[in-house]
C-alpha cells in the first residue's frame, strides 16, 4: 500500500511557475513508477509527466506533448517525493493535479488527492 499527499498547487499569473511535491508512504517507493495527471472542470483525467523506476536506479520521463519543454518531472528516492516543475504556465494548465503510484508509467494503482492549480490569464 502505497499513500501519496500532494503540495504546492496556487494561485499564479500566466508565464509563472509552480512546483508540485507528492510525498508517498511505504518502504518500497523507489520500486513504483510514479506520473502526474491533472483534471479540469467538466474533463477527462489526462496524463501529464511520469518517471520510470528500475533495479539500477535509472529513471526515464515521459511528458504530454502539452507540457513538453515547460514542465520537468523527478524523483528523489531516498525522500520518496516525486516533484513537477512547472514553468510558462498557461491559463489552459488550470486544473487538479493528481500524483500516481505504479508498477510502470502506463498503470497505476495508487493517487493522491489532488492539489489545485489556476493560472490566471
Known amino acids: 500500500q502505497v499513500q501519496l499527499v500532494e503540495s504546492g498547487g496556487g494561485l499564479v499569473q500566466a508565464g509563472g511557475s509552480l512546483r508540485l511535491s507528492c510525498a508517498a508512504s511505504?518502504?518500497?517507493?523507489?520500486?513504483?513508477?510514479m506520473g502526474w495527471f491533472r483534471q479540469a472542470p467538466g474533463k477527462e483525467r489526462e496524463f501529464v509527466a511520469a518517471?520510470?523506476?528500475?533495479?539500477?536506479?535509472?529513471?526515464?520521463?515521459y511528458y504530454a506533448d502539452s507540457v513538453k519543454g515547460r514542465f520537468t518531472i523527478s524523483r528523489d528516492n531516498a525522500k520518496n517525493t516525486v516533484t513537477l516543475q512547472m514553468n510558462s504556465l498557461k491559463p489552459e494548465d488550470t486544473a487538479v493535479y493528481l500524483c500516481?503510484?505504479?508498477?510502470?508509467?502506463?498503470?497505476?494503482?495508487?493517487w493522491g488527492q489532488g492539489t489545485q492549480v489556476t493560472v490566471s490569464s
Open positions: 500516481g503510484a505504479g508498477p510502470k508509467v502506463e498503470r497505476y494503482a495508487f
Open positions: 511505504g518502504r518500497t517507493f523507489s520500486s513504483y513508477a
Open positions: 518517471i520510470s523506476w528500475s533495479y539500477s536506479g535509472s529513471s526515464s520521463e
